[in-house]
């Protein structure tokens, strides 16, 4: 469905749908649902949007060298809950987690993830499982040191992955309780690294991220 193959089984006593996301918030919506995070970008446009005029003029003898362009900013996203009014828009920025959810993956801080991809790469620091209270999605791979420092400045926002946004969306307007567990695999170009460690550590992170998320369904089997 959807180019998609959807696995069905149990991971102890719950029922599990296993089904690949694809890379980026345009293809991490919910396989049944179709997000709409298009870019608001008029293409059609000749000039204002994408283009600039075709011919340029010196303007050093002006008495100021203003920049008119717009600003960046940041808004919510629109969205319409099931159970909303039809057509009847509602806007959200931050997306909460289930409480219930949150509680449980407290208690997932003392388990030992791997360190090592092979005998002889390790990481320098043995991994953790740690809360975050807030991350964030981009539609972009940030590999930025300052960008990832702007955003935490700004938004107290620690992991950014490319995925998480468009789910949380999905499960906010279906009302579905929802959880996301990820696991780092590098530090968005504030690593010491030449080059950034994602090549190296992604199996790494992929296996520690299963565990997790493996131990996180067993623990919510015992709460209930």
């Known amino acids: 469905f959807l180019g998609r193959r959807f696995r ?14 694809g890379l980026s918030m345009r ?3 919910g396989p049944s649902d179709e997000l709409p995070l298009e870019p608001n970008g008029d293409y059609t446009r000749n000039i204002g949007y994408i283009k600039f005029a075709d011919y340029a003029e010196n303007v050093t003898a002006c008495n100021s060298h203003d ?5 960046v900013w940041f808004q919510p996203e629109e969205v319409f809950p099931v159970d909303g009014t039809p057509e009847q828009r509602q806007h959200a920025f ?15 801080e003392d ?7 092979n005998a002889t790469t390790c990481l320098d ?17 940030v590999d930025n040191a300052a960008y990832r420092s702007f955003i935490y400045k700004k938004f107290n926002v ?35 690294a030449e080059s950034n460690e ?7 992170a992929s296996n520690n991220s299963v565990n997790v998320v493996v131990e996180f369904i067993k623990r919510l089997v015992s709460d209930h």
């Open 198 to 204: 994602i090549d190296t550590f992604i199996s790494l």
């Open 111 to 117: 388990m030992e993830l791997e360190n090592c991809v």
């Open 94 to 108: 931050w997306i909460p987690v289930d409480p219930l959810y949150f509680n449980i993956s407290k208690s997932l």
């Open 27 to 29: 293809y991490g919506y």
């Open 158 to 192: 620690s992991p950014v992955d490319m995925e998480s946004a468009a789910v949380a969306l999905i499960c906010m307007q279906q009302r579905v309780p929802f959880i996301i567990i990820r696991a780092l695999s590098d530090l968005a170009g504030g690593g010491s």
């Open 67 to 71: 920049n008119l362009l717009n600003n």
């Open 125 to 141: 620091e043995t991994p953790r499982v740690v809360q975050v209270h807030r991350g964030t999605s981009a539609g972009i791979y």
């Open 8 to 21: 069905f089984g149990k991971i102890v006593e719950k029922n599990v749908i296993l089904v690949m996301t």
